[in-house]
Each structure stands twice: as C-alpha cells, then as structure tokens.
C-alpha cells in the first residue's frame, strides 16, 4: 500500500475552542473524516451552531460549555459524555492573546494569557495522555503559533505561551512514545479567524504581513487543517515532538 490512511473512521476526537476559527475548521474537516467530535468552548449558542454543522457531516457532536481555564470541570464532563469510548485525538487549540509592549503587561493579563493558552492545555493533555495510554493509541496536537519560534509584535506573553506549546510536545511526545501516543504542534501564521479580523482589516498591517511572507498571501482555513488530519490520522503515525509551521515560508524568510 503506498497512500496511508487519513480517515478518522469512528474515532473519537476533542477539540477545545472549537467553534470558531482554526478550531471549527478542525473539529469539521475531523467530521468530514469520519470522527465524531467533542467540542468545548465557552459560548452554547456557537457550540450549538457547530454541532449542528458537524451532524450534517454525518457524524456526532457532544458540546461542553465551559471557559478552558476549568479543566478540572472538563475534565469530569468528558468523561461522562465519552461513556467510556476512548479518546482518539485530542487537540488543545484554545487560545486568545492580549497584545500590549512588555512593560505595559499587568499582572492579571498574564494569568489570562497563561491559564488559557498553556495551564489548560499540559493539564487536559496529561487528562487525555491517561486515556490514550490504556488503549496504546492517541493523537495530541498543539495549536502553537509562529509566534512560538520567532519573535511577533503581538505580545510576548502570548509568544512565550506559545513557544511553551512547543518544548511542552516535544517533552509528552519523549514520555508517551512508548505508549504510541503522536504529540505533535502545528505553528500558523495569519489566518483569517475572529483573533485576528481586526489586524487583517488594516491594509498596512497586511502589507507588512505579505512582506514577510513567501507565498505572498495570508493562508485559507482549509490548508491548516489538512494539516492537522495528517498528523491525527494513522498517516501521521511515525511523526512525533514536531511542529509543522503552516506559515506561507514566513518562518524561513532571513533576508
Ligand atoms: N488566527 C491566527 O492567525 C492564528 C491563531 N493561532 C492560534 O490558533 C488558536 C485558535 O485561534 P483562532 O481560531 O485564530 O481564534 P478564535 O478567537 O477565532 O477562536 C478561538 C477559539 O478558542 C475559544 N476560546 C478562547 N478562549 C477560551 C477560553 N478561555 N475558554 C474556552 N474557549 C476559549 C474561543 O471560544 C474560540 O472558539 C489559538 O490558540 C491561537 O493562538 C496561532 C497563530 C495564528
Ligand atoms: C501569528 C500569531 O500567532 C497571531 O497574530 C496575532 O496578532 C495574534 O494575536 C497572534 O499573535
């Protein structure tokens, strides 16, 4: 056989913030492989919206309302509403960022920052981590960011968050290898979601973006997630501790 395997076929896949944005395209282009899915973010009536769309596909949604940073309480619905299914994949994709210079950074926005882009994600990855290595078999993917490898204007809680995202894949993937357990990141660049909307509506913002970018275009939904099949899909088998920059070359770009 030389094409591997990229559907989810009655698998079981989590992905948190999944109703807008990276984490929506996710969690639908898991449905359009055959995953039933399980959603957690804050809002019900977007949770709901996404359910819907991920039925249409086929397949089952389950939605846990709920802020990320309560992963104690997600914790506990997941393990209602899995009724005892194993987790398949699991992707920690929930995030936001405050963007502000370094000496303007207040305490209470670093907690923000911190226990939603990575307190959050270790401790739900060590809940999912506990599950997967029952059964020998699991997919985490981290949703890091560029800003993880190099340094943004955008804030440097964030970056340091995400670039945390990063050391945190390699260090499960070292762990939980011998449980076949994939830890894996993506990095994206721009992409056109609700964190982003009012930056890429600002036309020299976007040129200074292009600039820095090979491909010369900000990237499309569609072209993240198919990363994101691969690495949760037994075509992503053999690849563990990396993180795919799904950047437009922006990470490569010197001078
Ligand atoms: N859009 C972009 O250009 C880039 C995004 N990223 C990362 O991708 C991930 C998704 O971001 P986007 O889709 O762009 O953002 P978005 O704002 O469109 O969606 C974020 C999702 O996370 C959820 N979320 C945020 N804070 C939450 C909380 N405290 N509790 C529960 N859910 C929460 C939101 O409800 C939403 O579903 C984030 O981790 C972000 O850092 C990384 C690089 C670039
Ligand atoms: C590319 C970054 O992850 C992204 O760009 C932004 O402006 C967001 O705040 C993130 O930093």
């Known amino acids: 056989m030389y094409l591997p395997d990229f559907r989810l076929d009655e698998q079981l896949a989590v992905v948190t913030g999944g109703t807008k944005g990276i984490g929506r395209a996710i969690a639908l282009s898991f449905a359009q492989s055959g995953a039933d899915v399980i959603l957690i973010a804050r809002n019900q009536k977007h949770l709901e919206t996404v359910s819907k769309e991920i039925e249409s596909l086929g397949r089952r949604a389950y939605v846990i309302a709920e802020d990320i940073s309560n992963y104690k309480v997600i914790k506990e619905k997941v393990e209602t509403v899995r009724d005892g299914r194993t987790i398949d994949v699991w992707v920690n994709n929930a995030g936001m960022n405050i963007r502000s210079e370094a000496e303007d950074v207040t305490e209470d926005e670093w907690e923000q920052i911190i226990n939603t882009n990575m307190k959050s994600a270790f401790f739900l990855s060590q809940y999912a981590g506990s599950i997967m290595k029952k059964k020998k078999r699991g997919k985490i993917i981290n949703i890091s960011s560029v800003g ?108």
């Open 148 to 255: 993880g490898h190099m340094a943004l204007r955008t804030g440097v809680v964030y970056a340091m968050t995400k670039s945390a995202m990063i050391q945190m894949t390699k260090n499960l993937a070292l762990e939980w290898g011998k449980y076949q357990i994939n830890v894996n990141a993506i990095g994206p660049w721009y992409f056109p979601t609700s964190l982003t909307e009012e930056l890429l509506q600002d036309d020299d913002y976007v040129q200074a973006i292009l600039e820095r970018t090979p491909l010369k275009r900000i990237g499309k939904l569609e072209e993240l997630s198919g990363a994101a099949v691969f690495l949760a899909s037994d075509a992503g088998n053999y690849m563990t501790g990396q993180t795919l920059f799904v950047d437009g070359g922006m990470t490569i770009y010197g001078f």
